[in-house]
């Protein structure tokens, strides 16, 4: 692990450097799957470095209606929700139902229209690198990874920049190995490591994952 405290010039950078942690998977039998919509920018230069298929997991964070940055829960594009039963709890069984409800029919939508005219190749029995620009919390991660796991991958791996000391305690039970740039004890939210962290628009996640797979895809 980096010792020091860091920060990426941008999420390009933070993919190259992420992927020269992964060179020993590049011509393996891999697929990079990231999680919309900054991971996709990170993982399109690991899975490039690595000459891999990229893929995404679309999860969607739910945010307590008061306080939309605090994610209560998250769920994925298959419906599988993972939350933080304290704060979930807080709102009342309906209003959270609902906020669920929402947050998949969402998922879904952006997920059938990132990969709209695209193949990816069949994920089961290859190595799956999970790709994010950050983990915080770790509820969208476990979330897609829920996705993820009845495609039955040979081995998953999760590999993000930054993310809080604790996250390798946190992730134990839910990967095969994980891949960080930097832990840190003092961690405050993604953004702080990152010199330039705009919001990545649809276009340029349609974009990447085009680019990224264009010798594989059908186009519509």
Same mark, same amino acid.
Do not use: W
């Given at each position: 692990?980096?010792?020091?405290?860091?920060?990426?010039?941008?999420? %390009?950078?933070?993919?190259?450097? *992420?992927?020269?942690? *992964?060179?020993?998977? $590049?011509?393996?039998?891999?697929?990079?799957?990231?999680?919309?919509?900054?991971?996709?920018?990170? $993982?399109?230069?690991?899975?490039?470095?690595?000459?891999?298929?990229?893929?995404?997991?679309? $999860?969607?964070?739910?945010?307590?209606?008061?306080?939309?940055?605090?994610?209560?829960?998250?769920?994925?594009?298959?419906?599988?929700?993972?939350?933080?039963?304290?704060?979930? #709890?807080?709102?009342?069984?309906?209003?959270?139902?609902?906020?669920?409800? @929402?947050?998949?029919?969402?998922?879904?939508?952006?997920?059938?229209?990132?990969?709209?005219?695209?193949?990816?190749?069949?994920?089961?029995?290859?190595?799956?690198?999970?790709? @994010?620009?950050?983990?915080?919390?770790?509820?969208?991660?476990?979330?897609?990874? #829920?996705?993820?796991?009845?495609?039955?991958?040979?081995?998953?791996?999760?590999?993000?920049?930054?993310?809080?000391?604790?996250? $390798?305690?946190?992730?134990?039970?839910?990967?095969? @190995?994980?891949?960080?740039?930097?832990? @840190?004890?003092?961690?405050?939210?993604?953004?702080?490591?990152?010199?330039?962290?705009?919001?990545? #628009?649809? %276009?340029?996640?349609?974009?990447?994952?085009?680019?990224?797979?264009?010798?594989?895809?059908?186009?519509?």
């Amino acid at each position: 692990m980096i010792a020091a405290p860091i920060t990426f010039k941008n999420r %390009e950078e933070a993919g190259k450097l *992420l992927a020269k942690r *992964l060179k020993n998977y $590049a011509k393996k039998d891999v697929v990079v799957y990231a999680l919309p919509r900054g991971g996709v920018v990170v $993982a399109a230069e690991v899975a490039r470095v690595l000459n891999v298929p990229l893929d995404i997991l679309t $999860a969607r964070k739910v945010g307590h209606p008061d306080f939309p940055e605090f994610a209560i829960a998250a769920v994925g594009q298959n419906g599988y929700v993972v939350k933080n039963k304290e704060a979930a #709890s807080s709102i009342g069984e309906d209003k959270f139902e609902k906020l669920v409800e @929402d947050a998949q029919i969402e998922a879904r939508r952006r997920h059938g229209l990132y990969l709209k005219g695209i193949r990816i190749p069949e994920g089961a029995g290859k190595i799956a690198i999970v790709v @994010d620009d950050g983990l915080a919390t770790g509820l969208t991660v476990r979330a897609a990874l #829920s996705d993820l796991k009845p495609h039955k991958p040979k081995k998953i791996v999760l590999a993000v920049p930054v993310a809080p000391d604790t996250a $390798a305690d946190i992730m134990a039970d839910e990967v095969d @190995d994980f891949v960080c740039l930097y832990l @840190d004890p003092n961690f405050v939210s993604i953004s702080t490591y990152y010199e330039e962290f705009s919001q990545i #628009s649809d %276009e340029i996640v349609i974009e990447l994952l085009r680019a990224a797979n264009k010798k594989k895809n059908i186009n519509s």
